[in-house]
């Protein structure tokens, strides 16, 4: 009951980076969004989610992993209000970023709460294995019940529905879940603010990369400001009594490849999912419901998969595992690669969609393994907001920098075009992934029991 409850929070969270992607024809129409300004309905979400996940981690190991848990799973549900209810674009936007910081609060706390619950290995994994699952399925379930809630009743739905749900997470957590330790510790400010702001410039960056071009004067002077903070971020970290977050977590070579590798293999997930949406409806004509429904082969083999995965863990260690993953990854964005103008749902999308789905869960439970193995409690929260916030850059950069190519292959009134050589470039990003996780992670020993060689890089 106790897991079954942070999971349905952690769904809840996961589909509400994408629920109302394929409802913002809609959202434009009702509330006068200008083009430019109607990327921001996705925008704002995960500027305000990636850029304090770091803090909302920390916030976690300090003042109990519940108690911050049910203070982000409040506001989020008070900010979903707030937005299906907005009648104007401003408050739109400003409900979206609420629910952002409520999401960057209670989803490190996810995370933390899981590995520390658990009694034993096995557990933890597969503890680890049903987050990734919920976790992975979470966009594709996002878009499949955006789409009928849009199709079927109104987009403001897609965020109403996060209500009842969140009143309930609510009201069981309390009496199902036990509070963490508080490690008594005073907040680095500092840290918070210079991580905060950087990872915002960051992933702002990125996204106006892949609006406005990689040398616009935003794009760099984001990039720069970005630099700047994050550099001072390490300086103040490394001087610290009490940092935000413990550099020696970045210290283990297992974990650094591990965070590489999944931003990379997150971002070519993305990539796909923002390519694909389009491709149903522009080339193949599907609707709102339709489209979301297209989605489903992914959302289940996912979740299949996963299911299995643990008992591979344990088999045989995560770096086979994660290498296969890549691989299949990249074997799938070939297959994207092919479609063009007559390409048919069957098997042309539903193939390589298949093959993507188990590549992806073949990195994500092992990668999270790798990255969560090993770190001590009271650094849970700070590890996972380092994990999700990987993943958010990740999923910027790769939208990013396919769009970018894709825009560079791009023929008006034809969004075939320039689908082959970005899902090229996707290919070859997942075999660079494949190249760090041979690299870094480490094999399984013989006649261990899933014990992983942690060696050490000095930062």
Request: hydrophobic letters at 55%.
């Amino acid at each position: 009951m106790a897991l079954g409850t942070i999971l349905t929070a952690q769904l809840m969270l996961q589909m509400d980076l994408l629920i109302v992607i394929v409802a913002l024809p809609q959202i434009q129409a009702e509330l006068g969004f200008t083009p430019a300004g109607l990327t921001w309905v996705l925008n704002a979400f995960a500027l305000a989610f990636g850029g304090l996940l770091l803090l909302g981690g920390r916030l976690g190991d300090i003042y109990g992993q519940v108690r911050v848990f049910r203070i982000g799973i409040a506001i989020f549900v008070a900010a979903s209000v707030v937005g299906g209810l907005a009648g104007s674009a401003s408050v739109l936007i400003a409900a979206r970023v609420l629910q952002g910081v409520g999401a960057a609060l209670a989803g490190p706390s996810v995370l933390a709460l899981i590995t520390t619950m658990a009694r034993d290995e096995a557990e933890r994994n597969r503890g680890l294995s049903l987050f990734i699952a919920v976790s992975s399925v979470g966009a594709s379930a996002g878009l499949i019940l955006g789409g009928a809630l849009t199709d079927l009743a109104s987009w403001r739905w897609s965020l109403l529905t996060n209500v009842p749900v969140g009143l309930i997470v609510l009201l069981l957590i309390g009496s199902l879940v036990k509070e963490t330790s508080r490690k008594p510790a005073r907040l680095d400010v500092s840290g918070a603010v210079t991580a905060t702001l950087g990872s915002v410039a960051l992933v702002y960056g990125f996204l106006g990369a892949a609006d406005h071009g990689w040398f616009a004067d935003n794009t760099l002077a984001s990039f720069g400001a970005a630099v700047v903070l994050l550099a001072a971020f390490l300086y103040t970290e490394k001087r610290i009594r009490e940092p935000l977050l413990d550099l020696s977590l970045l210290r283990n070579c297992m974990r650094a490849g591990g965070l590489v590798g999944m931003a990379m293999i997150v971002g070519m997930n993305f990539s796909m999912l923002f390519l694909i949406v389009q491709y149903l409806q522009q080339v193949l004509g599907f609707g709102s419901l339709v489209t979301g429904l297209a989605f489903l082969p992914l959302t289940a083999t996912v979740f299949v998969a996963t299911h299995f995965i643990p008992r591979l863990i344990a088999r045989f260690g995560p770096r086979p595992l994660m290498t296969g993953g890549t691989v299949l990854v990249a074997a799938s964005m070939l297959g994207f690669a092919a479609l063009d103008d007559g390409g048919v749902y069957v098997p042309f999308v539903v193939v390589p969609m298949i093959v993507h789905a188990i590549g992806i869960a073949l990195v994500f439970v092992p990668g999270t393994v790798a990255i969560m193995d090993g770190v001590p409690d009271e650094h849970a929260g700070a590890a996972s907001g380092l994990l999700q916030m990987d993943q958010q850059i990740g999923g910027a950069l790769g939208i990013a920098i396919i769009a970018a190519v894709y825009a560079g292959e791009a023929v008006p009134d034809d969004f075939s075009a320039g689908l082959g050589a970005a899902f090229v470039v996707g290919a070859v990003i997942a075999l660079l992934a494949t190249l760090v996780t041979l690299v870094t992670i480490g094999a399984k020993r013989r006649g261990g029991k899933g014990n992983l060689r942690q060696p050490v890089i000095h930062l």
